[in-house]
């Protein structure tokens, strides 16, 4: 593998995702997300009442959120919608360009396998990191505007521990890209495995604190501040870690196995 | 002449059925071959195996010349069928991108696309993006791309068979340059195009290689001596070449000189062993019986003869 050709697949993916809007609008929704939870959090009460339907004379009585609150609601936001979004881009990932035919075009150059692999996670990594901190730091930017500042280092913790969840759940897209033909499938059984483990953790989050999405959890905490390092933090992180490297491997091996589809 | 590449017994299977039954060839440096055969004879598939797209079930693939530790795919330049690019990429953008992808440097790579984009005629519209190129343009510009490092071997699979006569004849024409320049194999199923371009032929059938070898030693070798005549719509004459078709498997002194009769309405097509003989024979028959024929022709068999006779069997 060699880092230069590595370096012009990369280019590639990032011409691509200029050249199809992808590096304009997915931060653009990203942002939109991050400013409306601030916006529709400080503005609730008065929505409320302009909605008129509710009785005369009822007094309305919202405790106003900590700034902390309100990002904790944005990261919940950006785990749906955003990660819908992010896994609908890029659900043809590899299977688009096989089922083409453009990558047996590439495949045929002394390329490694690994290198295409990797090229096509390098450009969704660094899409998906940047949008999330375009859009997190938007909403940053309202709270503090709006109700209070939230101390620097827990709105960078949860970032972080969000972006390893976003980038587990980017990984299975591909690899379900390079498994499967279609596109649709490879993205909704990557958002099928999300819900899944998602549930899992709601319905025994003590045995499943080891799994990828209870970093949600500990993403919520970091940003409200009442984060404590437990053993299953340093096991969830480690499993992700593990899993994603192994997501990369097997879909650079299924490549291998069957370059060309067509 | 040095030997390029050697092909041992290769062999794919799809599930139970059986594409490639061990095909075994080789080519020569600087030669240009053409893998010849019916659509389903297994050309596509082991042109796959060649550039490692398709992973053969048995057999090995040789390259001579390749240093230890060197990719096989580094050696080689292909083009599919009908290519598929990026349609957001300009025809410079992607010439370039192949370049680098092969180990050229910015500037080489920027360089040789330029070449080769004049060569191929796409200079007017190299700055335009994929998606507004038309077949044959995308035949060249994957002509361009595959010729980018210099391979030592060009391959090509069907590479004028997707397009109209225009697109056709371009394609043709480069490919007769580039032949000079390095070794190039092709698949088709067009036996003229093979004539036209190759020094070697191999035609495969089922999987399997019927024939091979270089192009005017199966002409020469297989080459048979004809007669064809044509006769008129004469009922006497038509009974006549009826019944001499008969007499020729029964009579002996007939069947020593002629080896097949084929009658096809009022056409008589003869492959005869010995041309004197069949033709004395056949000229005194004719004058005997007061045959009315418009042509007689005396010749040799051509290759499609040869081509559909292999092929067809």
Redesign the interface.
């Given at each position: 593998m060699s880092a230069v050709k590595l370096m012009t697949l990369v280019r590639k993916e990032w011409l691509e995702q200029l050249r199809s809007f992808k590096l304009i609008w997915i931060p653009l929704v990203f942002a939109l997300l991050g400013i409306m939870q601030p916006l529709t959090n400080y503005y609730m009460p008065v929505i409320i009442e302009k909605a008129g339907n509710m009785p005369e004379g009822a007094v309305i009585e919202m405790p106003v959120p900590s700034g902390a609150e309100v990002l904790a609601g944005t990261l919940s936001q950006f785990g749906m919608i955003g990660l819908l979004i992010l896994a609908l881009a890029f659900m043809g990932a590899v299977s688009g360009d096989r089922n083409s035919g453009a990558a047996s075009l590439v495949l045929v150059k002394p390329v490694s396998f690994l290198s295409f692999i990797l090229s096509k996670w390098l450009g969704m990594m660094t899409l998906l990191w940047g949008a999330l901190l375009i859009g997190y730091a938007a909403s940053w930017y309202y709270t503090w505007l709006l109700f209070e500042t939230v101390d620097f280092a827990p709105f960078l913790l949860s970032y972080v521990l969000y972006g390893l969840w976003f980038t587990f759940i980017l990984t299975a897209v591909l690899l379900f890209s390079t498994l499967l033909r279609s596109a649709a499938g490879a993205a909704f059984s990557a958002l099928g495995l999300a819900l899944l483990l998602t549930a899992l953790s709601g319905i025994a989050p003590k045995y499943m604190g080891w799994s990828p999405s209870s970093l949600t959890g500990f993403a919520y905490e970091a940003v409200q501040g009442g984060f404590d390092a437990s053993a299953s933090f340093g096991w969830s992180i480690g499993v992700t870690i593990l899993l994603i490297a192994a997501g990369i491997a097997g879909s650079s091996a299924l490549l291998r196995r069957q370059p060309a589809l067509d | 002449m040095k030997e390029l590449l050697q092909v041992n017994g290769l062999v794919k299977a799809f599930g139970q059925a059986q594409a490639v039954k061990g095909i075994s060839f080789h080519i020569q440096e600087g030669r240009c071959t053409a893998l010849l055969g019916p659509n389903g004879a297994g050309k596509t598939t082991t042109i796959?195996m060649l550039?490692?797209?398709?992973?053969p079930t048995a057999g090995s693939i040789q390259f001579h010349g390749l240093r230890a530790g060197e990719?096989r795919?580094?050696l080689?330049g292909?083009l599919?069928q009908?290519?598929?690019?990026?349609n957001?990429?300009s025809g410079m953008?992607y010439v370039v991108?192949?370049g680098?992808?092969?180990?050229l440097s910015p500037a080489e790579a920027k360089q040789r696309a330029k070449e080769l984009l004049e060569r191929v005629g796409l200079a007017e519209a190299a700055k335009r993006r994929i998606g507004g190129y038309s077949g044959g343009m995308k035949q060249r510009l994957?002509l361009a791309?595959a010729l980018v490092?210099r391979p030592k071997l060009l391959v090509m699979d069907e590479p004028v068979s997707a397009l109209d006569p225009i697109g056709r004849r371009e394609v043709l024409g480069l490919l007769k340059e580039l032949k000079s320049e390095t070794t190039v194999l092709f698949s088709t199923h067009v036996l003229h195009d093979a004539e036209e371009l190759c020094d070697d032929v191999i035609i495969i059938r089922s999987g399997q290689v019927a024939l091979q070898g270089a192009l005017p030693q199966i002409r020469s070798e297989h080459r048979r001596p004809i007669i064809e005549l044509k006769l008129e719509e004469h009922a006497p004459s038509l009974e006549w070449a009826a019944g001499f078709e008969q007499r020729t498997s029964a009579d002996e002194r007939l069947s020593a000189t002629i080896e097949e009769i084929e009658r096809q309405g009022t056409m008589l097509r003869l492959t005869v062993k010995d041309m004197d003989k069949a033709r004395q024979a056949l000229t005194e028959e004719l004058a005997k019986e007061k045959v009315r024929f418009s042509r007689l022709e005396a010749g040799y068999s051509s290759l499609e003869d040869l081509f559909m006779k292999v092929v067809g069997e």
């Open positions: - | 796959r550039t490692g797209l398709l992973k990719d795919r580094s080689l292909y599919p009908s290519p598929a690019f990026h957001w990429m953008e991108y192949a680098r992808l092969c180990g994957g791309q490092h």
